[in-house]
């Protein structure tokens, strides 16, 4: 099975939802890995990732 990767319009979607979701990943200004345990890990309540993914959910759903 071929890998899928997402768009950069997918990318930069998913990264808006993460940072209205996360108040972490909104100070810290993106998703990319910087190779630094306190740069990479990130406190995130429960309800951050579930509303993140609920609403990338019903993205894909509607758009992809």
Do not use: H, N
Not at 20 to 39: I, N, P, T
């Amino acid at each position: 099975m071929k890998k899928q990767t997402l768009t950069k319009k997918q990318q930069a979607a998913l990264l808006e939802i993460a940072k209205r979701q996360m108040v972490a990943v909104d100070d810290r200004g993106d998703l990319e890995e910087r190779g630094c345990d306190s740069y990479d890990f990130i406190e995130v309540p429960v309800w951050g990732i579930k509303k993140a993914l609920e609403e990338a959910y019903l993205l894909g759903k509607r758009e992809w």
